[in-house]
């Protein structure tokens, strides 16, 4: 079945995110996405441990290691960078000052519930700022493989895994479709145009629902 | 991304009838008299916004700034922790005809709700007001056996505040203690207006030295020259003000 | 009856100041302990509308009004002042930062409760930070004249007056004597030696205890 | 007036056995990293102070700083939102083995806390975590029909916290993202010790741009060329350090 790479659901999420939007990644595959920005849309990204309108990484050598975001890698500042401490940082998440926090999933059900923070009871627990984003942004939405490495549906009616947050997404970029939750349920939006809707159902543990018209899902090669 | 907007009247469009307005200052100190009396100006010329709560440390001075906006009739209730001032008038006469509401509020009460609503904490204890007239039909409980009485958070429609300093993001410095309440508005109203002294290029601000991050600001109108209600009030002004 | 004056008891109050203490004084007569402090002492004075450390006021003409206290009167700035929000502030006296807040009274009560804000249901309700200094300074002290304008108790079984604060009161520095609450009671430290227990006992409106030595009640003409 | 101090050994004196520390830094960034190594010092030296509890966002990184705390079995138990590093092997491997107790937090909430320790606020309320495993046992109540979580304050004896410049009064700023939990432990902590890269005179610091007004400080000692934790992880180095 043919597939959109990391990079190609990273451009998908970012065409959705409109100029002047305060954005929020998650740590890992969601930083991605401030790669694919559509010119002449400015993102204002935040970082939970303290800095909003950061820029991209340094190169190798030259890194400021009190520059750094949520997950430990160096950024720069840029004109308009602003400093804070953590509980003003927090503020931004939980008072709802976030346009979007776009971030991974283990699980995502169809009730929003997501799963990405503990894959079970073994090994280190480590929850870092996860929670508290699904409670913030305006509108938290998520990017993720549409099915497991091995082949399992990651979109579920229930999540099996420890829940990060109960009905917080609104909407999924997979590998293969663009899927809305309203309402409790699956919307499909877009898809791939190489795959039929009955193939997408196969690999999603949930009904998707086909209101109305269904996209073709098209991202160029990045 | 620029929020700068060209005047006052574009500033505070927007401002509807019965909406909560935040605005900054204690005293005269920070409080963004140019924005206010702009409200007036629209209200003066279309009869809006009227019925607004407003929230304020105080209750206004003399004849300007948020007494003048009293005095309009254009407040129904005032949320504040000191409704007393030199010159008092204005609120008192209304308060005591049972023309304006008052909700009292301790100071740091007052402070730590507003925070809460910008901070996305719907409640908190303290231990404030316990066993006082201001507690009445609150929630009390203890922790670690001292008393707490629970507070909700304040939120707002509007913000009016007034800064030193801002670049075209809405990151913001305030001057001396004029800083205040108004941070804490911009992070507390779903539309902080505020009047700077000063717009800057964007890098120009030190992004150590920010005080109100530009996530929490949307709106930025430039007055050079602000009035400083202490001036006024010395000066027996009354607003309209004379040219 | 000899009495002392308002300077005199804002004196006596200013000598139970240790050197670094962080201070907060209510607004009106409270403001005077600042100038009596003990040289060689420090105190830094803490205003709720966000300034540390601030100065004395500037002379007829030189004030800046965006640097004033809570009582809306000029203060200056001096080497080592800080500004902040009103957040921030009412974190240092919730917090319990300030070693103490020296307050005026209408009442003050055997238990420790405190009335300073209200005179009743009539006319304009104010209470500005009065409630949060009882509850945050580490020592919550009073200073006020031992009786009322009437000649009335101020120093009493249960007041009567609309509360400020349950239990919160720990010293009373009066017009006539030193006055500690412990266990609920009220404990004579020092009085004027010009006026017997008796008499003190006279104008006050709950049982003094007399557990140790009283001091005589020494103040300079200030 | 004049908190600081000589050396990093009377900074740190004062912290006994049992007493919760919390120490500042987002990962490496603010990690008051020679406050921590004049801890293990003491301890090597008198085998105390051990069965800390210890507030950090982190479980430490490597052998240096935090992991070599842990390491050095000093800490009890952990507090924090993400235990884990590029080599997280000390705090993974006492954990498992259970030799650490882990209260795990998430870092909103984690911040909150300390703040709310900070602020006098006993207990607020979050959506934080709620309906997950880390609400457990927690009380829920609703806000305007949605679901929150009510969360403690956290207080801690001490903070050990990295800033940039100190004056005499204890007033701090910090660099960049190094601010990150420094300043909100400085409010939390009975005592505060500070080790700043630059201590200044009273005047020297813009009273504007103070992140943390001296109120809040105890003790400050200068550490003019403090290592950054990443910079000597990426050396491998482990503590004790090779002269």
Sequence with gaps: MQKLSNNQIAWRAAQDIADGAYVNLGIGFPEKVAQFQPPGREAIFHTENGILNFGEAPPAGQEDWDVINAGKKAVTIKPGTAFFHHADSFAMVRGGHLDVAILGAYEVAETGDLANWSTGPKGVPAVGGAMDLVHGAKRVAVITDHVTKDGKPKLLKRCTLPLTGVGCVTRVYTSLAVIDIEGGRFVLREKLPSISVEDLQSVTGAELLVPGPVADLIVPEV | ?243
């Design chain 2, 1 to 243: 991304m620029d929020k700068t907007v060209a005047d006052l009247a574009t500033a505070v469009a927007g401002i509807e009838d019965g909406m909560t307005v935040m605005i900054g200052g204690f005293g005269g100190a920070g409080a963004p008299i140019e924005l206010i009396h702009a409200l007036i100006d629209r209200f003066r010329a279309t009869g809006h916004p009227k019925g607004l709560i407003v929230v304020n440390n105080n209750a206004g001075n003399g004849h300007i700034g948020l007494a003048a906006l009293i005095e309009a009739g254009m407040v129904a209730k005032l949320i504040c922790s000191f409704p007393r001032s030199a010159d008092p008038v204005v609120f008192t006469e209304m308060y005591l005809a049972g023309k304006i509401d008052l909700e009292l509020v301790p100071q740091g009460t007052l402070a730590e709700r507003i925070r809460a609503g910008g901070a996305g904490i719907p409640a908190f204890y303290t231990p404030t007001s316990y066993g006082t007239d201001l507690a009445k039909g609150k929630h009390v409980e203890e922790f670690d056996g001292r008393p707490y009485v629970r507070e909700r958070w304040l939120k707002a429609d509007y913000a009016l505040v007034k800064a030193e300093s801002a670049d075209p993001y809405g990151n913001l410095t305030y001057r001396a203690a004029a800083r205040n309440f108004n941070p804490l508005m911009c992070m507390a109203a779903r539309v902080a207006v505020v009047q700077a002294s000063r717009i800057v290029a964007a890098g120009d601000l030190d992004p150590e030295g920010i005080v109100t991050p530009g996530i929490f600001v949307q709106k930025v109108v430039q007055v050079a020259n602000p009035h400083q209600e202490e001036d006024l009030n010395r000066a027996h002004a009354t607003y309209p003000l004379e040219a």
